[in-house]
């Protein structure tokens, strides 16, 4: 089999059985005498695919019934002109940027109205989440908006920022269901699947109904809300196949125990890395100890080719995509909740040799 | 093995080499230790599938050096927007309707200026292609577009409409890679891959290099064809498996002769179909016969009780979704490329046998 332990910020490593449940049904799936990728979005065979995979979407999540789950392509990227094409009604809209993504979503929406960055943590090339107060946030702003798990720079909100009675909106395109979320405490919660939950080119919007049908007349309307909900995301042909994926993998994490086992194995697989980090002399963590992301495990030796060297090393050793962003350079494990304990394990196991060689 | 006869319009069958080929390698791709669906889309395993596919394409496509390819998320329905975004630079375009997809285009576009319906073919149901003269396009029109091939009604334009020296802008969904196209002649050519080439989720762009940056500034950045050309199609995450699935797609027609093949093959299915149903007393070809699509052979048997039956017999025998679109009605066999000849000829054969019986 010779698989690798892939510490990709995503696409990233999915599931085994997942991947082989896949490959067994390809050419057939269920008896219905074709692949999924060949079935048609409108027929029954289909629609049960799509239904379950919500189904089990929102017993994960633990969404309410007053939220609509989207299935949708572009990327977190195309939600950052979605976002302010439904939601800046007044035209202003507050953003936190704590990291590249968070960046990106602000710079697109100052292109739709009046958004005002009211927090950040460039000063200290965001290794630290900025805290956000009621107060900080216009009166008249329709939304905050935040990243709530900084991919390149390792960092995640410790707790959902008290934003009073704003509508919060979420880009947890690295974080979600790694651990259980307050849907409520959100407006709009959103996601590319490609890290933590299917192939890429699926994107996961969780929007409370009240939101939609506001969006500006101009809106494309492949980007406005309520045509994908009233159509449940089936205005136009959805990305079929990443939603089956997505589905498998649901199942997957909730005969594992669902996001409350997540959290607690993945607060366990970051616990070993970032303890061994601590205490090595060689190898550091770049985030600020309160802020550290569960996910993407961000650090540096302090010396550029050893990081080269390191990278080179864990690779041919099997620890593959450990080269940080190219942004910010370093090294990123990503440990995503299909990433296995002993996968960390092994690789704190290789830290700690490359460390005794390289002192 | 029981794979059935899939007559869907789209997502569509795919050879089964190649899906037997995806299976194989999902949860090892060539040696990488990982699914193509887990790689990091920066990483060079990634880069060479890419690169590999786009250079398939432009083979098989004979695609000029002066015309970018994108790889993009949102289908066609997204393009109904991104098209006057990008191109509409005086305001006006000139749209021809033929069908429900390219009255949706122009619907979309009339968002974004002055969007003129030059000719339509709505008086006979769509049955028919509305001849185009130069004379017919607006002077000052930055484009014509039209729908190539209407895949619910099952027609086709039966040559490049001469639009003089305007430029051409082609939705071809349903007819992509299924004859040999001159790409000079149009200065965009774009298509949802979910028919002839892929899963759903892909969407490709062949656009001339000098139709790019003079995009409206307020553009959702995704939409923005030359941000997209600029960043080889990786300004974010693509949709990765799909776009490796067409890979092997373009592989395996590369291998089998090309367009040119494809086109002797598709005309010999179209012919065994269309020659039925001109001769038979039971079913009748609902598309004039100048206009006949290659690939969405429309038909009726004038009574919807009998349509019914139709669709349900051919599905217990493993003829499956062949029911019309659910605005008209009727029945539809897609033939795209992945249908085999004997798939046609044996719904040929269920279909007399239907219509003895049926008499």
Redo the contacts between chains.
């Keep these: 089999?010779?698989?690798?332990y892939?510490f990709?910020?995503?696409?990233?490593?999915?599931p085994?059985e997942v991947?082989?449940q896949?490959?067994?049904e390809?050419?057939?799936y269920n008896?219905?005498?074709?692949?999924v990728?060949?079935?048609?979005?409108?027929?029954p065979v289909y629609d049960a695919i799509i239904k379950q995979t919500e189904a089990d979407f929102r017993t994960l999540m633990n969404i309410p019934d007053n939220y609509k789950v989207l299935f949708l392509?572009?990327?977190?990227?195309?939600q950052?002109?979605?976002i302010p094409?439904n939601l800046m009604k007044t035209g202003k809209a507050d953003y936190v940027v704590s990291g590249q993504f968070s960046g990106k979503a602000f710079k697109?929406a100052k292109?739709?109205g009046d958004a005002k960055c009211i927090a950040t943590s460039e000063d200290k090339t965001f290794s630290y989440i900025p805290e956000i107060t009621p107060d900080m946030v216009r009166e008249d702003a329709d939304y905050v908006h935040v990243c709530y798990n900084n991919t390149i720079f390792g960092t995640k909100y410790p707790e959902v920022p008290n934003v009073g009675d704003k509508v919060l909106v979420a880009d947890m395109s690295s974080c979600i269901t790694s651990e259980p979320v307050d849907v409520t405490k959100f407006g709009v919660i959103y996601a590319?699947a490609?890290k933590n939950m299917a192939?890429?080119?699926?994107t996961v919007v969780i929007i409370r109904e009240d939101l939609m049908g506001t969006a500006r007349?101009?809106i494309?309307?492949?980007?406005d809300y309520k045509t994908m909900a009233d159509n449940d995301s089936m205005?136009?042909?959805?990305?079929?196949?990443?939603i089956y994926?997505a589905g498998l993998v649901y199942k997957w994490a909730l005969k594992n125990g669902g996001l409350e086992a997540m959290k607690e194995r993945n607060e366990k697989k970051a616990a070993l890395l970032y303890d061994f980090l601590d205490n090595s002399k060689l190898f550091k963590a770049t985030a600020e100890k309160k802020y550290r992301s569960m996910m993407n495990v961000c650090f540096v030796t302090g010396d550029e080719a050893l990081d080269k060297k390191f990278c080179k090393e864990a690779a041919e050793a099997?620890f593959?995509?450990l080269k940080g962003h190219?942004s910010v350079g370093g090294m990123r494990a990503s440990i995503y909740n299909a990433m296995p304990t002993e996968g960390v394990q092994a690789l704190v196991e290789f830290m700690k040799k490359f460390e005794a060689e390289n002192a």
Excluded: I, W
């Excluded at 008896?31 to 692949?35: K, T, Y």
């Excluded at 494309?220 to 980007?223: C, D, F, K, R, S």
């Design positions: 089999m010779n698989r690798v892939n990709s910020a995503g696409p990233s490593m999915l085994l991947l082989e896949a490959a067994a390809m050419t057939n008896g219905s005498g074709m692949s990728m060949e079935m048609s979005h409108r027929s392509q572009g990327g977190a990227s195309t950052f002109a979605a094409l697109e292109k739709y590319g490609q192939p890429a080119g699926l007349e101009d494309p309307t492949m980007l205005y136009n042909t959805p990305p079929c196949y990443a994926v099997g593959v995509n190219r």
